[in-house]
């Protein structure tokens, strides 16, 4: 079996060396936004109006409901548009472009359109940016049908993933997190696509199932080894994907473990971590579950004071503190 090159990158890089590869691969793929010709807000799309030329490359002007619309107008005669946002909360700028026509347009028209879409939409808390551009949202959209919601949280994820998103269908919106932005890993010289829906696990255990998504996994693993320590063993999931979401992977480990915690860095009052919770009383029964809990931010907008961004935070301590509190 040949070897397989790797090679060492951040977060932001493995989204950018995805999106090169299938522009490469794809001529029908394109890129619009605000400043993605000059590189995008963060560098993901850094060389790329040098490559693939002002065609291909479109900084737009500054409307959310534009950039929206005419990337579904263009998904409609054929071509794969990436539509970057920029900030996640910008999004609400084109929520009637993304829910009422994007998510629904295939189903209205019988399966005849087809709206292949990438929004890609980084969120999350990052370096104290305040109420207006720090809100995870995503329990928003796994509530709407029609769109596969993507929350990687490593580089190879954020590459293989966006891979699957590109070649997808179906309108994919990825929430990538704005926190892991430097995180690095290793990804392969040809990027191959993951699939959606199925969860990535972190660690083993019987004591406690540990579900997260994005910008906490790291924050979880930090907390598995804590409870190693202590003897605790857990079983952890980084779900990847919210919609769809590995179901079966999570009700089986907690038929063996007979405990969950969800915990995510939204706020938790209406959060998708209700949602797991909800399913697996559903598929299990309440009476073969001894404690499901979550674990998310207050209901409270997101301070831009440094030590108080800290208190909303969910913390690797909290979720030690949370696990402890069930056993």
């Known amino acids: 079996?040949?070897?397989?090159?790797?090679?060492?990158?951040?977060?932001?890089?493995?989204?950018?060396?995805?999106?090169?590869?299938?522009?490469?691969?794809?001529?029908?793929?394109?890129?619009?936004?605000?400043?993605?010709?000059?590189?995008?807000?963060?560098?993901q799309y850094k060389g790329f109006l040098e490559e693939f030329g002002a065609e291909r490359v479109v900084s737009t002007p500054i409307s959310e409901a534009t950039i929206m619309g005419a990337g579904l107008g263009a998904a409609l005669v054929g071509t794969?548009?990436?539509?970057?946002?920029?900030?996640?909360?910008?999004?609400?700028?084109?929520?009637?472009?993304?829910?009422?026509?994007?998510?629904?347009?295939?189903?209205?028209?019988g399966g005849q359109a087809k709206p292949a879409v990438v929004v890609r939409m980084p969120h999350g808390m990052w370096r104290n940016s305040a109420a207006q551009h720090s809100q995870m949202l995503e329990a928003w959209f796994t509530h709407l049908p029609g769109v596969v919601v993507v929350a990687p949280s490593s580089a190879e994820d954020e590459a293989g993933l966006l891979v699957s998103a590109i070649r997808s269908d179906d309108p994919v919106l990825?929430?990538?997190?704005?926190?892991?932005?430097?995180?690095?890993?290793?990804?392969?010289?040809?990027?191959?696509?993951?699939?959606?829906?199925?969860?990535?696990?972190?660690?083993?255990?019987?004591?406690?199932?540990?579900?997260?998504?994005?910008?906490?996994?790291?924050?979880?693993?930090?907390?598995?080894?804590?409870?190693?320590?202590?003897?605790?063993?857990?079983?952890?999931f980084d779900l990847r994907t919210l919609w769809p979401w590995d179901e079966d992977a999570i009700v089986a480990s907690v038929k063996r473990t007979g405990r969950l915690l969800v915990t995510h860095e939204a706020v938790e009052v209406g959060g998708f971590g209700g949602e797991i919770v909800a399913r697996v009383v559903d598929r299990l029964g309440p009476q073969n579950i001894k404690s499901a809990k979550r674990l998310g931010a207050p209901r409270l907008p997101i301070p831009f004071s440094p030590p108080l961004e800290t208190q909303v935070r969910v913390t690797t301590d909290?979720?030690?503190?949370?696990v402890k509190g069930m056993l």
């Open 80 to 109: 794969r548009p990436i539509i970057e946002m920029r900030i996640f909360d910008f999004v609400m700028c084109a929520m009637d472009e993304l829910v009422n026509q994007i998510a629904k347009v295939r189903y209205m028209f």
């Open 318 to 322: 909290k979720i030690v503190a949370k």
């Open 174 to 236: 990825i929430f990538d997190p704005k926190d892991l932005w430097g995180a690095t890993g290793r990804i392969a010289e040809k990027i191959e696509p993951i699939p959606f829906g199925k969860a990535r696990q972190l660690s083993t255990g019987d004591a406690v199932t540990l579900v997260t998504w994005s910008a906490l996994v790291p924050k979880a693993v930090e907390a598995v080894a804590l409870l190693t320590k202590d003897g605790v063993m857990v079983d952890a």
């Open 1 to 43: 079996m040949a070897q397989v090159t790797t090679t060492e990158v951040t977060l932001i890089e493995a989204g950018r060396l995805a999106v090169q590869q299938e522009m490469r691969r794809d001529p029908t793929v394109w890129v619009l936004g605000e400043d993605v010709a000059r590189g995008g807000l963060w560098g």
